[in-house]
């Protein structure tokens, strides 16, 4: 059999990285793959990505257009091909039944129900390598998916914009606009990324938010609220979105006002835990990802209790001298100690640092 020459590989495996990325946050439970279906020379026969959840997978995808019908190609694919039925029949007969001869796989399948598509190709005579420099790439894509699969919760991100001296706010009560405009359009595609997104009451009630993607084309986000006495503004524009709310008030009129209103309503033990609802999220809502937007009360609960994966600040340049902070002195010692930069880059006139907790 010819060899696959290294270059071709990894063009082939870069590709179907970059294909992955296309899925969206409708792809869950599902992981976000990509697959390429290419001949010995390099030359790209088809390619696919996971569709919305029902739909197909990233391997069924790719032979879908030619018919399943691929004697003698290779396939790259960025997750091992899945061997049970689910919502669709398991990838690895689908490439074998196409006549695939080689398959590449940049990372191996970690769901348990799932896994040993490599090993039943190999069974029946389908030559598999891992390509396990491509990993990597292939599980910070995945990052949500992941954590789900080995933690049960989904990954938090906390995202907020700063003056240069760290305050989210002028004045306690006040809605302050404090980026520019790339850094809002940047906002709105980190929301279409995750599935659910997260506010305290204070910022419900003083900036009146929908928390909807507008600046680009994407998904909303599932809005969630975290309000312990159930103080909401009963005419916010959110609440039209069927939030999930969570407290610890019993008042049965504002609880039948919020049914009425379509919000579900978790009603938690007065001693809940962050770690408790996110539970909830991850176990009773399927939600893998959660953007928390604030207030900064609600960010260092968050904190405090060691539940954030990343914190994405957007750093303005204007210096307001005072207001609140993002951090109080605690949970900033908290912050410093556990996360990390990952990156920084510019957006415009502000400045995008992203950390990760340090593992």
Known sequence: MTEINNEILQKMMERALWLSTLSTTKTYPNPKVGAVIFDDSG????????????GDHAEASALRKTGFAANGLNMAVTLEPCN???????CSEAVLKAGIKRVFIAKREE????????????????????????????????RFFFKGIRENLPWITVKTATSADGFITKKIGEKTLITGDPAQIYVHGLRSSHMAIAVGAGTVNIDDPLLTVRRIQGFDPQPVIFSK????DINSKILKRDPIIFTVSGEQEKLETLGELGCKVEVMEK????????????????????????????????????????????????????????FD???????KRNYELKEKRELDCDLLEILRKIK
């Open 271 to 326: 001693d809940f835990r962050i770690i408790d609802t996110l539970r909830l999220l991850f176990g009773k809502y399927r939600i893998n990802s959660l953007l928390v937007e604030g207030g900064a009360k609600l960010i260092g609960s968050f904190l405090s209790e060691g539940t954030v994966d990343e914190f994405q600040i957007l750093r303005s340049k204007a210096v307001f001298g005072g207001g609140v902070a993002l």
């Open 43 to 54: 030359k790209i026969v088809s390619e696919g990505f996971t569709q919305e959840y029902g």
């Open 84 to 90: 049970h039925f689910g919502k669709t029949p398991p």
């Open 329 to 335: 002195t605690i949970g900033l010692e908290i912050f």
């Open 111 to 142: 769901n348990p129900k799932a896994q040993n598509g490599a090993a039943f190709l190999t069974e029946h005579g389908v030559e598999v390598r891992f390509c396990e420099e491509f990993a990597g790439k292939t599980e910070e894509i995945n």
């Open 229 to 232: 006495t159930l103080n909401l």
